[in-house]
């Protein structure tokens, strides 16, 4: 079993940048690959960035292509996602999540895992 904690979020003005963080228990997350989905009020769950179990691949939605890193350290077992250049259209609640040997797909269906998620608000 593996536990998935977010940490990171909060409120921020356009422009601004922050950097979630995702810690694993339970299990080394050093066999998973790891993605971050995200939640608007009213909208379906959606694909941010992944990035495979080897490091080698890492995977973004379009809308956070150039704006978001996803990065690991497994020394630390934890996943992060920066956040730069936010926009006002970036506010949900994120989540993480953890796929045993994925190669960082950004279908849901592959994540077994799931985090409880953290609430990023964006002000214009």
């Known amino acids: 079993q593996v536990q998935l904690v977010e940490s990171g979020g909060g409120s921020v003005q356009a422009g601004g940048s922050l950097r979630l963080s995702c810690a694993g228990s339970?299990?080394?997350?050093?066999?998973?690959?790891m993605g971050w989905f995200r939640q608007a009020p009213g909208k379906e769950r959606v694909f941010v960035a992944a990035?495979?179990?080897?490091?080698?691949?890492?995977n973004y939605g379009d809308y956070v292509k150039g704006r978001f890193t996803v990065s690991r350290d497994n020394a630390k077992n934890t996943v992060y996602l920066q956040m730069n250049t936010l926009k006002p259209e970036d506010t949900a609640v994120y989540y993480c999540?953890?796929?045993?040997?994925?190669?960082?797909?950004?279908?849901?269906?592959?994540?077994?895992?799931w985090g409880q998620g953290t609430q990023v608000t964006v002000s214009s």
């Open positions: 999540a953890a796929d045993l040997y994925g190669v960082g797909s950004s279908d849901a269906r592959y994540y077994r895992y």
């Open positions: 339970g299990r080394t997350l050093s066999n998973y690959a």
């Open positions: 990035i495979s179990y080897s490091r080698s691949n890492t």
